[in-house]
């Protein structure tokens, strides 16, 4: 069995900087791609950004140029950095990792950033 336990949230003004992390444990071997996804109230759940165990990377658009993800493999862990953040990326982020084709989800860490 495998968790995600995300960590960092909180409530920041606009224009501030959060990093959040999330980190895997358990039978954990064969971790590929790692995601983050948020999902604000009323709103379906939405990808924010990706890595793949090789690094490579995507943003939706309404993040590029502000956020970060990065992942170290030897920790199986997963980071966003989070800069420039405006009210609208107010939002519950979920960590989502692909275990051996299987899409593992965190409980989720509330992001609140004030206009």
């Known amino acids: 069995q495998v968790h995600l336990v995300e960590s960092g949230g909180g409530l920041v003004q606009a224009g501030g900087s959060l990093s959040l992390s999330c980190a895997a444990s358990?039978?954990?071997?064969?971790?590929?791609?790692m995601a983050w996804y948020r999902q604000a109230p009323g709103k379906q759940r939405e990808l924010v950004a990706i890595?793949?165990?090789?690094?490579?990377?995507d943003y939706a658009d309404s993040v590029k140029g502000r956020f970060t993800v990065s992942r170290d493999n030897a920790k199986n862990t997963v980071y966003l950095q989070m800069n420039s953040l405006k009210p609208e990326d107010t939002a519950v982020y979920y960590c989502?990792?692909?275990?051996?084709?299987?899409?593992?989800w965190g409980q989720g860490t509330q992001v609140t950033v004030s206009s």
């Open positions: 890595i793949t165990r090789g690094a490579n990377t």
């Open positions: 358990g039978s954990i071997f064969g971790i590929g791609a």
């Open positions: 989502n990792a692909d275990i051996r084709g299987l899409g593992v």
